[in-house]
């Protein structure tokens, strides 16, 4: 989740000067690999876009932070009332509070306006490319912020947790500056009734900052085509083929009636009672509902017709679903003969596990 830091006024009564709030955002077309960073809060978790296209260097910034744990243990230091609530720059480490280890400072990159729940780097005050560590969201619309000091640079936004941003906002402030020192003039507490020295741990607003690791999402695809089993009763036997350019799949499954057939019934094909199910359907992601069919009879190698249990309609359905390139799960419920259940089933072979893998990688752009 995120959380924004800018300073409006130091104890010095100097007006947008040490830690301001970024700038601009606009209705910018969004990414198709965005990268989301959470932060998390004693308050709920706030998740933010980063805007690589308008402040790339900006995000490469606020990210080289979070992958170096520069961020550990930071505090929102300053929130000012229906403006902003900034983080970013302070740590606390054995209670005392500490500067974050800063990098070299970033050019000014402004863009995006600075609207409610944009997040924007604070700058020193008359050099518009002095920002650093500290960050602020912006709480309402922010124009002053867009023409002062070159505007400050809006680098993200917020697409979840608003109401956790408005609650820090909403929190009563401590001038702690006599303790900590000038930056901490509105210091947001929780449950603090100012008769006491703060304990950092309960009473501060901590932040926790993470960038959310996109998942793509399995999609079937030609490298599942494969024999399969379910390693859990031996004989249980799918062939799976999957046709990508027709958004379809198909599947065999050949198995074993539950009860067997009377005595001295000759078998066409393996054991008495053997029969084969077969399952067509199209593709969603990873996963397909099947129409199936239940087919019995048959002599190998002779024209012998088979017999279909519903020659008319379906049998049933089925819902194949692959987690992986490794393994699935069958659920039936074969209506003719009243048998339902899930069947888990993996590879009898590995042959085709590097293609599916190959084939399932996200595209670079």
């Not at 296209?53 to 080289?64: E, G, Q, W």
């Not at 494969?226 to 990508?244: E, I, L, Y």
């Amino acid at each position: 989740m995120f959380s924004c830091r800018s300073i409006r006024k130091m104890a010095s009564g100097q007006s947008l000067s040490t830690v301001l709030l970024a700038s601009a955002w606009l209705l910018l077309p969004t990414a198709a690999l965005a990268k989301n960073v959470l932060i998390e809060t004693p308050l709920g978790d706030i998740e933010i876009e980063l805007l690589e296209v308008d402040a790339p260097n900006t995000v490469a910034n606020f990210l080289r932070y979070i992958e170096n744990d520069r961020y550990d243990k930071a505090v929102i230091h300053r929130s000012l009332n229906d403006f902003v609530v900034q983080g970013g720059g302070f740590s606390f480490i054995d209670g005392a509070a500490v500067g974050v280890d800063t990098f070299d400072r970033v050019d000014n990159e402004f863009k995006v306006l600075n609207t409610r729940g944009t997040l924007a780097m604070a700058k020193l005050s008359g050099d518009p490319d002095s920002a650093s560590s500290q960050w602020f969201i912006n709480v309402s619309d922010n124009p002053d912020l867009d023409s002062q000091n070159g505007g400050f640079t809006v680098f993200a936004r917020v697409v979840e947790g608003m109401d956790v941003v408005d609650a820090i906002n909403d929190l009563t402030t401590w001038d702690a500056s006599s303790i900590l020192g000038g930056a901490f003039t509105n210091l947001p507490m929780i449950d603090f009734l100012n008769n006491g020295s703060p304990i950092a741990d309960k009473n501060m607003v901590f932040t926790t900052l993470s960038e959310i690791q996109e998942v793509e999402p399995f999609v079937m695809n030609a490298g599942l085509n494969d024999a399969w089993f379910n390693p859990d009763t031996s004989g249980q036997g799918f062939f799976v083929t999957v046709f990508p350019d027709r958004n379809s799949v198909f599947l065999a499954w050949f198995t074993f009636d539950t009860d067997l057939p009377a005595d001295g019934e000759s078998a066409n094909l393996g054991d008495p009672g053997h029969r084969w199910i077969t399952a067509f359907g199209t593709i969603e992601g990873n996963s397909s509902e099947m129409n199936i069919s239940v087919t019995s009879g048959g002599i190998f190698d002779t024209p012998t017709e088979v017999q279909n249990t519903n020659p008319t309609g379906s049998d049933g359905s089925i819902t194949l679903t692959f987690d992986d390139c490794g393994s699935g799960t069958v659920e039936y419920d074969i209506t003719s003969i009243d048998q339902q259940g899930i069947v888990p089933i993996v590879r009898i072979a590995s042959d085709n596990e590097a293609l599916c893998e190959a084939l399932a990688a996200p595209v670079e752009n």
